[in-house]
């Protein structure tokens, strides 16, 4: 006990540390149906030759691509469409895109889609001016010349990697995930678009937006959190409540979509500078053991971890409960209350309570690889035992 103490303490430290080093600048953010347009516009602006496009096959499908590559165009920038991502992106698809960036004399990134996209977008820039390996580049600040100019279009209300400093790429032989840390992973420019995000099947909706809801929640409890940060998570928090359910009903609902990406965004400013938690560490692995989709499986943890994290984390789930207008007269009150509107906003969105892949036989090496994760880098209320992880995941099973 007294070690797990010692140990909560040291990473405490070094994450309001890092917190500190991380760059003021936010990227230049154009917000509304026509920032697209607007974000092409200004990268006409500069001196830049040829971008690389970095997305997904399915928004090439759906022609979204093409209308950024005509923006361009029209601005006076060529593009070339590296369409290989995939969920989870792996190493192998970093390389192919950064191969297709060297081949086509491309001098910029422009990462466009969802969480894949940006993650493999951001490591695709970095190698391209550092000759190095993602393996060399794994880690914290390891990204020692500045990166290609990048630039972030998300189509999802949820990662909010627009405005993160990092990225997670999957090793496709052990399939364990890479973290990369770095301000200089930053994008230079962002557009927030809700005119692209209409067509998202509400699955997708209630997934990408309870992942955001995961950021905010998480940095708001965390022990790196400060005055700053808790301003941008809880905006996030009551953006998400007020309109996640009626983007969810009513995907066309443009005001709503645009108060996601908003949502999205304030809640990337939080967590990238406080970190994030056990509901991270354990969605992680739940990824890598079963190909979960990051926000489902953000999603099916939260109320859990939570629940794990309530006493210690009294004053934090009061104030949240404050913000979405919950009643209550004590914090525990509270706090019991805020727990409760984030499992009925679950239920409005129809996220399931159980993760049905999740094995009995595989709690004990999920239950391993979430705590070490989160007792090396997040700054969490409350430290979790194997024992303790082993039985919140009992109650996740089918």
Not at 187 to 210: K, V
Request: charged residues 20%; contains cysteine; glycine residues 8%.
């Amino acid at each position: 006990m007294a070690f797990r103490e010692s140990l909560h303490g040291f990473v405490t430290a070094i994450s309001r540390r890092f917190s500190k080093l991380l760059p003021d600048r936010i990227p230049v953010t154009f917000v509304g149906p026509d920032a697209t347009r607007e974000l092409c516009e200004s990268i006409g602006q500069t001196r830049l030759r040829k971008v690389l496009i970095v997305t997904d096959a399915t928004l090439v499908d759906l022609g979204l691509v093409g209308r950024i590559s005509e923006s361009l165009k029209d601005a006076g920038v060529a593009s070339s469409i590296y369409a290989g991502v995939l969920p989870d992106p792996t190493t192998e698809q970093v390389e192919a895109g950064l191969a297709q960036y060297k081949r086509e004399n491309c001098d910029a990134v422009l990462a466009f889609g969802g969480g894949s996209p940006m993650d493999a977008g951001k490591m695709i820039a970095a190698m391209a001016t550092n000759p190095k390996s993602l393996d060399q580049l794994e880690g914290i600040m390891k990204v020692k010349i500045p990166p290609a100019p990048l630039y972030a279009i998300p189509t999802t209300a949820g990662t909010g990697s627009e405005v993160t400093v990092a990225a997670v790429v999957s090793d496709a032989t052990t399939h364990t995930k890479k973290f990369f840390i770095d301000p200089k992973l930053l994008p230079r420019m962002a557009a927030l678009d809700p005119s692209l995000m209409t067509g998202l099947p509400p699955h997708i909706t209630a997934a990408t937006g309870m992942d955001a809801l995961t950021h905010a929640v998480e940095s708001y409890v965390s022990q790196a959190s400060n005055p700053q940060t808790e301003e941008w998570a809880g905006t996030a928090i009551r953006l998400i409540f007020d309109n996640l359910p009626a983007v969810y009903s009513d995907g066309s609902n443009l005001s709503g979509r645009k108060a996601m990406a908003l949502a999205s965004y304030y809640a990337g400013l939080a967590f990238t500078r406080t970190s994030v938690g056990y509901v991270h560490a354990i969605a992680h692995t739940f990824g890598a053991y079963y190909g979960t989709p990051h926000g489902l499986a953000n999603a099916i943890a939260l109320p859990h971890v939570l629940e794990f994290s309530k006493e210690a984390a009294e004053s934090q789930l009061a104030r949240m409960a404050d913000l979405i207008g919950l009643p209550g007269t004590t914090d525990r009150e509270k706090a019991q209350q805020f727990i409760d509107a984030v499992r009925d906003l679950k239920a409005k969105v129809e996220i399931p309570e159980t993760l049905a892949p999740l094995k009995p036989e595989d709690i004990e090496g999920i239950a391993k690889q979430a705590v070490d994760e989160a007792h090396l880098n997040y700054p969490v209320p409350r430290y979790m035992s194997q024992a303790q992880c082993e039985e919140l995941l009992q109650k996740v099973v089918a």
